[in-house]
């Protein structure tokens, strides 16, 4: 069992705005920022954001994120197909980086 | 181009051993620390070990904390995982990943890795 729960499923039709949630603990995401990746079977997973909200420029900005205690969320605006994916959160806890379990993006 | 390169994947009997590499480039391999992530299959993303950036400190998940050693290279720009005692909750593919400052930042494209009798 994750560190950090996820739900292991959303879902969306295009254009609409969906949410994937992220819950930890004050040992981590209390203490410490979160980062975001998007993993499509078969490929390097891609980092989403970092330092808690901080995008790489080739994320479009339909994509956000928001941090509140011990709990964080990702956000996807305008959904479109090529979203389909699994998302997951990070952070550190006790010096050991943990992941959540996942969340699979299904756009319909 | 940041570039991340997975091997040493294959099948493995159950107790048996193997030694995965990772061959860095596009970056100064030496000043970063590293990571091995591993995905079982339908499951999620686990974190495995990481590793200084000068090979003095490591640190392991306890599901392979005795079975599994990271190391590295600096000279050759490689990052290995060497695995012993292996069991059949070890099948997963195999990601490295690269930290850069307090973030993980590139991911390979991982390595298979079955074990089975």
């Known amino acids: 069992q994750s560190v950090l729960t996820q739900p292991p499923s959303a879902s969306g039709t295009p254009g609409q705005r969906v949410t994937i949630s992220c819950s930890g603990s004050t040992s981590s995401i209390g203490s410490d920022s979160v980062n975001w990746y998007q993993h499509l079977p078969g490929t390097a997973p891609r980092l989403l954001f970092y330092g808690n909200n901080q995008r790489p420029s080739r994320v479009p900005d339909r994509f956000s994120v928001s941090k509140s205690g011990t709990s964080a969320s990702l956000a996807i605006s305008g959904l479109q197909s090529e979203d389909e994916a699994d998302y997951y959160c990070a952070t550190w806890d006790d010096g050991r980086w943990v992941l959540g379990g996942g969340t699979k993006l299904t756009v319909l | 181009e940041v570039q991340l390169v997975e091997s040493g994947g294959g099948l493995v009997q159950p107790g048996g051993s193997l030694r995965l590499s990772c061959a860095a480039s596009g970056f100064t391999f030496s000043v970063h620390w590293m990571h091995w992530v591993r995905q079982a299959p339908g499951k999620g993303l686990v974190w495995v070990s990481r590793?200084?950036?000068?090979?003095?400190?490591?640190i392991y998940a306890d599901s392979v904390k005795g079975r599994f050693t990271i190391s590295r290279d600096n000279a050759k720009n490689t990052l290995f995982l060497q695995m012993h005692s292996l069991r059949g909750e070890d099948t997963a593919v195999y990601y490295c990943?690269?930290?850069?400052?307090?973030?993980?930042?590139?991911w390979g494209q991982g390595t298979l890795v079955t074990v089975s009798s």
């Open positions: 990943a690269r930290q850069d400052y307090v973030d993980v930042d590139y």
């Open positions: 590793i200084s950036s000068d090979g003095s400190d490591t």
